[in-house]
């Protein structure tokens, strides 16, 4: 089953915008990751933030984590056209061995 | 740069038949994961191993679905015998000897879309 509750499931903005992604998942975690998904193709790891962290930057790349709602989100400022794709957050439960628990994703289409 | 490799990229094949994927993780990784994705849908682990044993197979159909690792290194998932439902991408992730941490990433292979007709 899917922890993951990701919003919103479509997203469709011009190029140079930004782009905001949210997730919400249940239980407690070790870490909280996002990963990009071209269309038909694997999963690219985005960003890990630990359960410790509240934000991290990585390039055009934010991600904020607030425990205690239990969700995170990923920005992605001045979007470009190879930016759509498909994006999920992925939990790492504090409980588990590793196992990655992914939500449903958000689709992203950046026009030129 | 190395990469998780996977065959085939694209199976079709007839319900009831039996199916098999093959995966080799990223040279030294100890940790294997194989997912399901249905369309639209995130992926959801099917098994996790470390190194050749099995640490959670609990999403893994076990009726008709399994999964080895015998030497630690590649793997195959099969599926026998194939139903309509079970028509999705199977993708292979690894990640290092920390991996069972969950502290460190997943590396993705290209995946393998079947479908079953």
């Known amino acids: 089953s899917q922890q993951g509750e990701e919003d919103p499931q479509a997203l469709s903005i011009q190029e140079g915008e930004n782009a905001t992604m949210n997730c919400s998942y249940k239980t407690s975690i070790n870490n909280l990751q996002w990963y990009r998904q071209n269309s038909g193709r694997g999963l690219v790891h985005l960003i890990l933030?630990?359960?410790?962290?509240r934000e991290k930057h990585s390039g055009r790349l934010r991600v904020t984590l607030d425990t205690s709602k239990k969700s995170s989100s990923l920005l992605i400022t001045a979007s470009r056209a190879a930016d759509t794709a498909s994006y999920f957050c992925?939990?790492?439960?504090?409980?588990?061995?590793?196992?990655?628990?992914f939500g449903q994703g958000t689709t992203l289409q950046v026009k030129p | 740069e190395a990469e998780v490799a996977q065959s085939p990229r694209y199976k079709i094949t007839e319900k009831s038949q039996a199916v098999a994927f093959w995966c080799d993780p990223i040279?030294?990784?100890?940790?294997l994961y194989w997912y399901r994705q249905i369309l639209g849908q995130g992926p959801e682990l099917l098994v996790q191993?470390?190194?050749?044993?099995?640490?959670?197979d609990s999403q893994l159909p076990k009726d008709r679905f399994s999964a080895e690792r015998l030497k630690g290194v590649d793997s195959t998932l099969k599926i026998q015998p194939a139903e309509l439902g079970d028509s999705a991408m199977y993708l292979c992730a690894s990640s290092d000897e920390h991996g069972t941490s969950g502290r460190v990433e997943q590396f993705f292979g290209p995946g393998t879309r079947l479908t079953v007709l």
């Open positions: 933030i630990r359960s410790n962290e």
């Open positions: 040279s030294g990784h100890a940790t």
């Open positions: 191993f470390q190194d050749e044993s099995v640490v959670d």
């Open positions: 992925a939990t790492a439960p504090s409980s588990n061995t590793g196992k990655l628990i």
